[in-house]
C-alpha cells in the first residue's frame, strides 16, 4: 500500500504499515484521497532531523483527522473528536532516513491530544529519542535524493524553509481500505496554497536573471504602466488600459497657412474621412503646425500613412505617423478659442452654474443690498419700509422747523445792519453836494 507526493524538490513514494497501524492508515490514505494534503508546505526542516508537514496552515497548530473533516464538511451537527488516539507500535522505530511518523499533538484546555493530519518524515539515521512518543506508520522506498534537497533547504530561526518547499499532488498507488460515509472526492485538485505565505514562492528563482533587452522591456512595460495609471488619476486618460485608435493619423510639422480643408483634401483619396483638425492655440487661434486625421478604415488608414510620408505639403514636408493620443475618447479635439466671457444677469461671474454668495438676508431677493444688517428676530420688509418713510418725513419737519428758527433769530439784526448803512450813503452824498457849491447848498 503505497501513496507518490509530487513536492516542489522532486517524488517520493511511501510505503505504509497497514496491518501495524491500520487506523493511521486509514487517515492517511483517506487524506490523501481528497487532496487533504495538496499544496501543503514542510513548514518545520532541521537538518539531520526531521521534516514535518500535513498542517493546511503552516503553522503547526492546524490539522485534523479524516473523521473530524468529514464530520465539519457535512454540517450534521455531530462532534466528532478532532484527534484519534495514537497507534505506537514498538516494533516500528525511528532507525533509519525516511521513517514516516504521525506528530503526536499534545492535549490543551481540556481536549484529548492525538494523531491528526500532521506528519513527519526523518532527515537522519538513528534518532531512537522518538520512540514510543510518536507513531511509525511508514518508509519512503523511492525518492531519498528528494530528502537529501530537503535536508540542505535553507531556513530561518524557527525552521521554517526560506523558499517553500511544498506538495503539489498527491496520488494514492493502492487502498485497501473502505471509503467512510460521507466521503467525496472532489473534482479537482486545489489551485491555491491553503496558507497565506509570505515567502519564495516555490516556483520562483530569486537569483535568476534576465538578458538586458528583456530586463529593458520589463522595464519599459512597468514605467509605462505607471505613466498612464497616473494620466488616468489626473483625468487625461479614461482609463489606465486605454488603447489608441488605430484609424487616426497624427500628422505633423505642417505650415502655419495649412487649412483643415486644404488637408482633409489631401487625404481624402485614401478613403473615407470622420474628421480632420488642424489643432490651434486656444487664445490666439493660431495653428500648432500638427493636425489628428481620422479615416473610417483601419486599411485606409495604414494606405495614407506609407503614402503620404515626407510629402510637400504647401511648401513643407510633413511627418505621418499613428496617432498615440487618446484623448478624443473623453470627447472631441477643441480647437475654441478661450475668450473671456461677459457678464451676464442670470448666474454669477458669466457662468450660470455658478451663485453668487449671499451674506445678509436683503440680498436674498435680488434686489439692491441694504444698509443695514438683518438681524435674528426683524421685522418684514413692509413694515421695515413703512417704518423709514415716517422716520423720514419726521426728520424733513424737524430740519424745515430748525431753518424757521434759525432766519427768524438773524432778521432784526440784518434789518439794522441795512438802515446803518443806507443813512451813511445819504451823508456822503450829502457832502459831495456841499462841496460842489463852494460850501453853500
Known amino acids: 500500500m503505497s501513496v507518490l507526493f509530487e513536492t516542489s524538490l522532486g517524488d517520493i513514494v511511501i510505503d505504509l504499515e497497514t496491518e501495524a497501524c491500520p487506523k493511521t492508515c486509514e487517515n492517511f490514505l483517506k487524506l490523501c484521497k481528497v487532496y487533504y494534503y495538496n499544496l501543503n508546505a514542510f513548514f518545520n526542516v532541521s537538518k539531520d532531523f526531521l521534516a514535518q508537514a500535513g498542517d493546511p496552515t503552516a503553522t503547526g497548530t492546524g490539522g485534523e483527522s479524516i473523521w473530524s473533516y468529514l464530520a465539519s464538511q457535512s454540517n450534521t451537527g455531530i462532534s ?12 516500528l522505530k525511528h532507525t533509519t532516513r525516511g521513517t514516516v511518523s504521525m506528530a503526536v499533538a499534545p492535549a490543551l484546555e481540556g481536549h484529548k491530544g492525538g494523531c491528526g493530519s500532521q506528519f513527519f518524515i526523518t ?15 511508514g518508509h519512503v522506498v523511492e525518492g531519498l535524493e528528494t530528502l537529501e534537497k530537503l535536508n540542505e533547504v535553507f531556513v530561518d530561526q524557527e525552521s521554517r524553509p526560506f523558499k517553500d518547499v511544498r506538495i503539489r499532488h498527491v496520488i494514492v498507488l493502492d487502498d485497501p481500505f473502505p471509503d467512510p460515509p460521507g466521503l467525496v472526492i472532489p473534482p479537482g485538485s486545489p489551485t491555491r496554497p491553503p496558507d497565506n505565505s509570505r515567502r519564495i514562492a516555490e516556483d520562483e528563482d530569486p537569483l535568476a536573471t534576465l538578458p538586458d533587452e528583456e530586463e529593458e522591456k ?10 498612464a495609471l497616473t494620466l488616468e488619476m489626473v483625468g487625461d486618460l479614461p482609463f489606465a488600459n486605454v488603447r489608441p485608435p488605430e484609424n487616426v493619423l497624427f500628422v505633423c510639422k505642417l505650415n502655419p497657412a495649412t487649412r483643415d480643408e486644404d488637408l482633409e483634401l489631401i487625404f481624402s483619396r485614401f478613403g473615407m474621412i470622420m474628421s480632420c483638425q488642424v489643432i490651434r492655440d486656444k487664445k490666439t487661434g493660431d495653428s500648432l503646425q500638427y493636425a489628428f486625421v481620422e479615416f473610417d478604415r483601419r486599411e485606409d488608414a495604414e494606405q495614407a500613412y506609407f ?42 461671474g458669466g457662468r450660470d452654474d455658478l451663485e453668487e454668495t449671499r451674506r445678509y438676508r436683503g440680498s436674498e431677493s435680488g434686489g439692491a443690498p441694504r444698509g443695514d444688517y438683518g438681524m435674528v428676530f426683524d421685522h418684514s420688509d413692509h413694515s421695515r419700509g413703512h417704518g423709514s418713510r415716517k422716520r423720514s418725513r419726521s426728520r424733513e419737519r424737524d430740519g424745515k422747523s430748525h431753518r424757521r428758527k434759525t432766519s ?26 456841499y462841496s460842489g457849491r463852494g460850501g453853500r447848498y
Open 218 to 227: 520589463l522595464r519599459r512595460e512597468k514605467a509605462a504602466a505607471a505613466s
Open 408 to 433: 427768524r433769530s438773524r432778521s432784526p439784526r440784518g434789518k439794522d445792519y441795512d438802515t446803518n448803512r443806507d443813512r451813511d450813503r445819504r451823508r456822503s452824498r450829502s457832502r459831495e453836494r
Open 123 to 137: 532527515l537522519g539515521d538513528g534518532i531512537d529519542y522518538l520512540d514510543g512518543k510518536h507513531a511509525v506508520f
Open 307 to 348: 503614402k503620404m510620408q515626407n510629402v510637400l505639403v504647401d511648401d513643407r514636408r510633413i511627418w505621418v505617423d499613428f496617432s498615440q493620443s487618446v484623448a478624443k475618447t473623453n470627447g472631441n479635439w477643441s480647437n475654441d478659442i478661450i475668450k473671456p466671457r461677459k457678464q451676464e444677469r442670470r448666474g454669477f
Open 80 to 91: 466528532i473528536p478532532r484527534y484519534f488516539p495514537p497507534e505506537i507500535n514498538m516494533k
